[in-house]
């Protein structure tokens, strides 16, 4: 399995970016996630969606997102999605996609970090 993760880029204060993550050949009873390492913190979950399952749709946010960014997978639940919408300079870092699969031996998967940087 291997997480090509693209979108990344610099914007402006309130602007928008749409990252896509690709997890080619990953099973889909899985969670897929966006983390961010910024700046001073460690990494963070920022959003991640469950695929199949008794849990199958359901999504988390960081506390941080407050309806900023939105998560969404595709129909073959093979990609993940992060919409996000008025970005603040406090965003920029390094996004990072994970895959799960929810079947033993329940492997993990990271892409490598696209980098998003918001300033004026």
């Known amino acids: 399995v291997q997480l090509q993760a693209s979108g990344g880029g610099l914007v402006q204060p309130g602007g928008s970016l749409r990252l896509s993550c690709e997890a080619s050949?990953?099973?889909?009873?899985?969670?897929l996630a966006w983390y961010r390492q910024v700046p001073g913190k460690q990494r963070e979950l920022v959003a991640d969606i469950t695929n199949g399952g008794a849990s199958s749709g359901k999504i988390n946010y960081g506390d941080f997102v407050k309806g900023r960014f939105t998560i969404s997978t595709n129909n073959a639940k093979n990609a993940v999605f992060l919409q996000m919408t008025n970005l603040q300079p406090e965003d920029t870092g390094t996004y990072y996609c994970?895959?799960?699969?929810?079947?033993?031996?329940?492997?993990?998967?990271w892409g490598e970090g696209t980098l998003v940087t918001v300033s004026s």
């Open positions: 050949g990953i099973f889909s009873r899985n969670v």
């Open positions: 994970e895959a799960f699969e929810l079947i033993e031996p329940y492997r993990d998967y």
